[in-house]
């Protein structure tokens, strides 16, 4: 089973300033990596297909990058609304596997 | 594209519970349902998918034996049974659907939050 491993667990980041989240996957995944956007009590959102694909209606300051095994979600300069928790999901092998997750809170 | 879940269940350990995902507003034979959990303040745990088409399944090893999935033709419904539950079985469970154009999920239901209490 493809093990996936976020870091940080928790990034705190000032309202404007950037944040740079970490996925890795234990084996590579090609670009099969999406990123998902989760709020308390709501069902994930899909930010980004294909590793740096981003979904319909997702803003521009949300970029994903990577390939193979290190990935990279990159919120550009950060909005109220953009903390919650992140998850990386790998579509490449069965079982499909998600990361732990990273919390993004306001500092 | 819609995946309506069935509503909140309490349940005493060592029951079943089976929770419903309605879709609608594509060809329900298509596309692969996905069932996920997630724990109380835990993160997102894949559990298994079932295939409408034919009905075939693949199961987490982590939950074979103990969850069933299925589906009914008529009402493009996919239900996911969970048995022999316990107090750490407590969480939300959502179903979701591959994208249009590609293996990931792109819609997902609104949770079912299952409590196991006695």
């Known amino acids: 089973e493809m093990v996936m491993t976020q870091s940080p667990v928790t990034l705190s980041v000032s309202p404007g300033e950037r944040a740079t989240l970490s996925c890795r996957t234990s084996?590579?995944?090609?670009?099969?990596l999406a990123w998902y956007q989760q709020k308390p009590g709501q069902a994930p959102r899909l930010l980004i297909y294909?590793?740096?694909t981003r979904a319909a209606g997702i803003p521009a300051r949300f970029s994903g990058s990577g390939s193979g095994t290190d990935f990279t979600l990159t919120i550009s300069s950060l909005q109220s609304e953009d903390f919650a928790v992140y998850y990386c999901l790998q579509y490449h092998s069965w079982p499909r596997t998600f990361g732990q997750g990273t919390k993004l809170d306001i500092k | 594209v819609q995946l309506v879940q069935s509503g909140a269940e309490v349940k005493k350990p060592g029951a079943s519970v089976k929770v419903s995902c309605m879709t609608s507003g594509y060809t329900f034979t298509n596309y692969f349902i996905y069932w996920v959990r997630q724990a109380p303040g835990q993160g997102l745990e894949y559990m298994g998918i079932i295939n409408p088409s034919g009905g075939g399944t693949s199961y987490a090893q982590k939950f074979q034996g103990r969850v069933t999935m299925t589906r009914d033709m008529s009402t493009t419904t996919v239900y996911m049974e969970l048995s022999s539950l316990r107090h750490e079985d407590t969480a939300v469970f959502y179903c979701?659907?591959?994208?249009?154009?590609?293996?990931?999920?792109?819609?997902w239901g609104q949770g079912t939050l299952v409590t196991v209490s006695s």
């Open positions: 294909g590793a740096s």
């Open positions: 979701a659907r591959d994208s249009d154009s590609g293996s990931w999920l792109g819609y």
């Open positions: 084996q590579s995944v090609s670009g099969n």
